[in-house]
């Protein structure tokens, strides 16, 4: 049997995660064990408890990581497009762009994670605030004019776009491919545009 590396590296803790992550992205994602996680990032289970107390653990480390990655690439985004006048329709088509190099930490957040636990779900809204926010700005740009109120349900609806257009593009469902990617990422600007009434 081959040597497994050492675990007190903190490098392991990142390699962790990213097994997990990829392992957390299948159909069968509550069926994963921390042995298999172990096994995936080339150490012992032994050496896996000593850097998280659990699998839960893993789950929401990886998902803190992927959600704040998340937040700041929209913002990044939003300030791009605010700075050059790009319509608030790409934002949603750029951040799957983004997601793409994300895939298997995107798919997790996105499509398998979701009402996993009660610490999850209080991640997911404490960064689902962020990205309302982040979103009301991108509405302002647009509609400079536009009430707190207004802007605050154009964003959340940007939001709401932003989830269901990402599962469908992570998971390429029906809709996905009966569209094929152009026409999906297409429609989705549209959809954008139509919301925030561009």
């Given at each position: ?9 903190p490098s ?35 050496a ?12 929401l ?23 050059d ?41 404490e ?7 982040i ?27 932003l ?5 469908s ?30």
């Amino acid at each position: 049997m081959p040597r497994k590396r050492p675990a007190h590296r903190p490098s392991r803790r990142t390699a962790v995660v990213k097994s997990a992550m990829r392992l957390f992205a299948a159909p069968t994602a509550a069926a994963v064990t921390v042995a298999e996680i172990a096994e995936a990032a080339d150490m012992t289970t032994a050496a896996v408890y000593y850097h998280f107390a659990s699998k839960d653990d893993i789950l929401l480390e990886g998902l803190r990581g992927f959600g704040e990655a998340l937040v700041a690439q929209s913002r990044q985004l939003q300030q791009e497009a605010a700075a050059d006048g790009t319509s608030i329709g790409l934002l949603p088509a750029r951040l799957l762009a983004w997601l793409d190099g994300r895939r298997d930490e995107a798919t997790v957040w996105f499509v398998t994670s979701a009402g996993v636990s009660l610490v999850v779900e209080q991640l997911r809204r404490e960064l689902r605030g962020e990205l309302v926010s982040i979103l009301i700005q991108a509405a302002k740009t647009s509609r400079p004019d536009g009430g707190v109120a207004e802007l605050s349900v154009i964003a959340v609806a940007l939001l709401s776009l932003l989830e269901t257009v990402a599962a469908s593009w992570l998971t390429q469902d029906e809709s996905f491919t009966g569209l094929g990617r152009r026409k999906f990422l297409e429609e989705t600007c549209v959809l954008a545009e139509r919301i925030t009434g561009v």
